[in-house]
């Protein structure tokens, strides 16, 4: 299967050559694209000058930082156009190991139609993290996977695989979330739909040079979301379920 790698940037000229070079090394037969949101301190041109020797990594300059979820939006858009069969999605700073891209593309062989690299699972782990930050991350993950109904354990991590053909099904382009809550969006539209969604494990690491894009605002972002397609989507089971009763269905008299 042809397979795409998605790797959103910004200010990433610490770490994007580095990230590169562990791809290519991970798997080279895959083809890379890195979408960046213009970032001003040259990532670009580091990411187009380890293309010339690497191969198969092309660059896609956005005209302005748009958020995470708008990059992916892009980056999979190329991905169909170019006929992909399989996008992975992945971090450029390093927190996420590419030495574990032939672990997710194993899931897809093994017939899940999305994988999540989980930090929740067995074998999975988030080494050096402090005791508030894995309490703020398991504990919103926990209850993103409630509300929503998942059985997921690691609904917010990016470091991902997807079938195209489940992307397309989810219809991922009409998704709204602009921050890190598009991981939790494209999980629960997975989810809802009953395909099959898989989960290996990941060793998380902390990301030592450069800054994190995680912000209060992208946190209330997620939040805010997760309440909102929870309530809406008991509304509607609500409704549905009083039509069909309505009309006789299942459950009427």
Same mark, same amino acid.
């Given at each position: ?10 200010? !990433? ?7 590169? %070079? ?5 798997? +080279? ?15 670009? *041109? ?9 191969? %198969? ?32 999605? @992945?971090?450029? #700073?390093?927190?996420?190991? +590419?030495?574990?891209?032939? *672990?997710?593309?194993?899931?897809? #062989? ?16 988030? +080494?050096?993290? +402090? ?18 109904? @998942? ?9 991902? *695989? =997807?079938?195209? #053909? ?18 939790? !969006? ?24 450069? =800054? ?12 805010? /979301? ?9 509304? /509607? ?17």
């Amino acid at each position: 299967m042809r397979t795409l790698v998605v790797l959103p940037t910004y200010d !990433e000229a610490a770490n994007i050559v580095e990230v590169l %070079q562990r791809v290519r090394a991970a798997a +080279p037969q895959l083809d890379v694209l890195v979408v960046d949101d213009n970032s001003p301190d040259g990532t670009a *041109a580091l990411a187009r000058a380890a293309a010339d020797e690497l191969g %198969q990594i092309d660059v896609l300059v956005r005209e302005r930082k748009e958020g995470l979820g708008n990059a992916y939006r892009h980056g999979f858009s190329v991905g169909l156009e170019r006929g992909y069969s399989v996008l992975v999605q @992945m971090d450029a #700073d390093l927190s996420h190991d +590419p030495a574990a891209i032939p *672990a997710l593309l194993r899931a897809i #062989d093994d017939g899940a139609e999305a994988v999540i690299g989980s930090r929740y699972i067995p074998g999975g782990s988030i +080494p050096h993290w +402090p005791w508030y930050r894995r309490a703020l991350s398991r504990y919103g993950n926990r209850y993103s996977c409630l509300v929503l109904g @998942m059985t997921v354990r690691d609904a917010t991590s990016g470091y991902r *695989a =997807y079938r195209v #053909d489940a992307l397309k099904a989810i219809d991922v382009f009409s998704t709204r979330a602009k921050g890190y809550g598009f991981q939790i !969006e494209t999980a629960y539209r997975v989810s809802r739909q009953g395909r099959a969604l898989a989960e290996v494990p990941i060793e998380f690491t902390d990301r030592v040079r450069g =800054y994190s894009k995680m912000s209060l605002s992208v946190m209330v972002e997620e939040l805010v /979301l997760v309440t909102w397609w929870g309530l809406r989507d008991r509304v /509607l089971r609500r409704v549905s379920g009083a039509r069909r009763r309505g009309r006789g269905g299942p459950g009427a008299g």
